[in-house]
């Protein structure tokens, strides 16, 4: 591990790096976003953009060169037609960013079980990031059977009673189908007062996708702040990463700023980046 000081160069250099990734691409500097040597991908979790349109999150991710999209129902509906998921898709394509997965997708019925999985497969997806009704997992599983999808439930912490820790899902997932799996959000897990890296270590072989942020206290009244200034110890994070070779997205969502938050993805995404170029 590089020293303290080394460190905050680093991160520094990528905080501006994913802010001004638009003058490097231009001038023809390679970037440190681009040399950072990722043994995981960095994505953007599409809630982050739920004030935007299409076109404006395409612009937005272009800017902090960002390439994989957790893609939310407000930009492609769950009740879309082929042609109509098509046409979302392509912008994205067009654009030089992969949709990896869809979600949250909440699921209260069975009808709503069956429309998130043909969402998917019409969307040409791999894996859905879900939050099903506890009473419903036994037909997610027959469903996961027959599309051959992974699920990654998505824990949300104290305000919701429904999967509120990484514990709590493998709590039920755990004699489930393999491809049930976990999408740990970090921020969530901390306001639950738990450890986010003791957590990814624990379930490590059950963890399909990762929401990165950051919090300004660990507990329940906890709000989103820039990673970097708040109680995650996001070096210890990538370090457990690196530990149990996760091989999945990191996707950020941050819900701070939500109507002008790109100074704040900047930073964030930066932040990451810098923590991952020091080994």
């Given at each position: 591990m590089k020293s303290r000081r080394q460190f905050f160069k680093l991160a520094g250099t990528g905080i501006i790096a994913a802010g001004v990734s638009s003058v490097y691409a231009s001038s023809g500097i390679p970037s440190l976003i681009e040399n950072t040597p990722d043994i995981f991908s960095i994505g953007m979790a599409g809630f982050t953009f739920k004030e935007f349109t299409v076109e404006k999150t395409i612009e937005m991710m272009n800017r902090i060169r960002v390439t994989n999209l957790s893609l939310k129902d407000f930009h492609m509906p769950l009740n879309s037609t082929q042609e109509q998921i098509n046409a979302v898709?392509?912008?994205?394509?067009?654009?030089?960013?992969?949709?990896?997965?869809?979600?949250?997708?909440?699921?209260?019925?069975?009808?709503?079980?069956?429309?998130?999985?043909?969402?998917?497969?019409?969307?040409?997806?791999?894996?859905?990031?879900?939050?099903?009704?506890?009473?419903?997992?036994?037909?997610?599983?027959?469903?996961?059977?027959?599309?051959?999808?992974?699920?990654?439930?998505?824990?949300?912490?104290?305000?919701?009673?429904?999967?509120?820790?990484?514990?709590?899902?493998?709590?039920?997932?755990?004699?489930?189908?393999?491809?049930?799996?976990?999408?740990?959000?970090?921020?969530?897990?901390?306001?639950?007062?738990?450890?986010?890296?003791?957590?990814?270590?624990?379930?490590?072989?059950?963890?399909?996708?990762?929401?990165?942020?950051?919090?300004?206290?660990?507990?329940?009244?906890?709000?989103?702040?820039?990673?970097?200034?708040?109680?995650?110890?996001?070096?210890?994070?990538?370090?457990?990463?690196?530990?149990?070779?996760?091989?999945?997205?990191?996707?950020?969502?941050f819900e701070k700023d939500m109507k002008d938050p790109l100074a704040g993805i900047a930073e964030s995404i930066g932040y990451f980046k810098g923590v991952m170029a020091c080994k």
């Open positions: 898709l392509e912008k994205f394509k067009i654009a030089g960013i992969n949709v990896y997965t869809v979600g949250v997708v909440y699921m209260k019925t069975q009808e709503s079980v069956d429309q998130a999985f043909e969402y998917a497969k019409m969307a040409g997806v791999k894996m859905i990031v879900g939050a099903p009704n506890y009473e419903l997992l036994p037909y997610v599983e027959k469903k996961i059977k027959t599309y051959d999808f992974k699920l990654a439930i998505h824990n949300h912490g104290p305000d919701n009673p429904l999967y509120p820790n990484a514990t709590d899902i493998w709590d039920h997932i755990k004699d489930l189908d393999p491809r049930i799996g976990i999408c740990i959000d970090i921020g969530h897990t901390t306001r639950d007062g738990e450890d986010p890296s003791a957590d990814i270590e624990k379930y490590s072989k059950r963890i399909y996708d990762i929401h990165i942020k950051d919090v300004n206290k660990a507990t329940k009244e906890g709000k989103t702040i820039e990673i970097g200034r708040g109680v995650i110890d996001i070096p210890k994070v990538v370090a457990t990463l690196r530990k149990v070779k996760y091989s999945g997205s990191c996707s950020l969502e």
